[in-house]
C-alpha cells in the first residue's frame, strides 16, 4: 500500500495546478472499456524538466475522475492481470500500481506509480514516457472521463507535487455505425471477388467452404 490519500488545500499544491501553455499529450486514455483502461504514451518530450520526485511518488493524471470515487488504498495493476510495462523518463522500471489521489477541492487525480524510489528525470528533449499499461477500472466506471476530456500530468502526487510534465487525454477509438456498414459493404466486396476467382480456378470449381 502506498499512501494514505486526504483532502489538501495548501497552497504550493495549488499553485502545481497551473499547467505550461499548450501542454503537450504525453499520455492517450482509452476507458472505452472500463473493463480494461489503458493508458499508452505518446513520443511527446516533457513540457517541462523535472528530476525531484521518484517513481513511489509517480505522477498524477490531475481532474482526472469526475467526481468523489469516494475510495481509498491502491491497485496493483500486476496483480490483476493487467499489463504493466508504462515507463517514465529516467529509468528503466515500469509502473506497477494507480490509486486515486484527492489532490485538492474537486481535483481527483489518478495515480500511476511502483513502490520504488528510482528519480523520475522528465527532460524537453526525450519522451516523457515509454510502453503503456492498463487494467480494470470497472468498479469506477461512473467517474471515468469521457471521450475528448484531458487534463494535466504531474510529476509527484498531493504530497509530494513536482512540475506539470504535460498532459492526458481521453481517445476512444470506437467505430461509429455508419463506418460499420461502410465496412462491412468493403468486405462484402471483397468476398464476392475472392469467391469468384476460386470458383474459376482450374484447381477448385467447388464453392468455398461458408465463413462466419
Request: charge should be negative; aromatic fraction near 8%.
Amino acid at each position: 500500500m502506498k499512501h494514505v490519500w486526504s483532502l489538501t488545500i495548501m497552497f504550493p499544491l495549488l499553485a502545481a495546478l497551473v499547467s505550461p501553455a499548450r501542454a503537450q499529450v504525453v499520455l492517450i486514455v482509452n476507458d472505452a472499456n472500463p473493463a480494461h483502461v489503458t493508458f499508452t504514451a505518446t513520443a511527446a518530450d516533457a513540457g517541462l524538466a523535472d528530476s525531484t520526485t521518484n517513481q513511489d511518488d509517480g505522477v498524477d493524471l490531475l481532474s482526472f475522475f469526475t467526481s468523489n470515487p469516494g475510495k481509498t488504498g491502491s491497485i496493483e495493476v500486476g496483480l490483476l492481470g493487467g499489463q504493466n510495462n508504462l515507463v517514465p523518463a529516467g529509468t528503466a522500471t515500469p509502473y506497477g500500481s494507480w490509486a486515486i489521489d484527492n489532490f485538492s477541492v474537486n481535483n481527483y487525480a489518478l495515480n500511476i506509480y511502483i513502490a520504488i524510489a528510482n528519480t523520475q528525470a522528465f527532460t524537453t528533449s526525450a519522451p516523457a514516457f515509454t510502453g503503456n499499461m492498463g487494467g480494470p477500472m470497472s468498479d469506477l466506471t461512473s467517474f471515468l472521463p469521457a471521450n475528448g476530456a484531458s487534463g494535466s500530468v504531474l510529476a509527484g502526487y498531493s504530497g509530494h507535487p513536482g512540475a506539470i510534465v504535460g498532459s492526458w487525454e481521453v481517445v476512444n477509438t470506437v467505430p461509429e455505425p455508419a463506418d460499420f456498414g461502410w465496412a462491412a459493404g468493403l468486405a462484402g466486396l471483397a468476398a464476392f471477388g475472392w469467391r469468384k476467382r476460386r470458383l474459376n480456378s482450374p484447381l477448385l470449381r467447388t464453392s468455398p467452404s461458408a465463413l462466419r
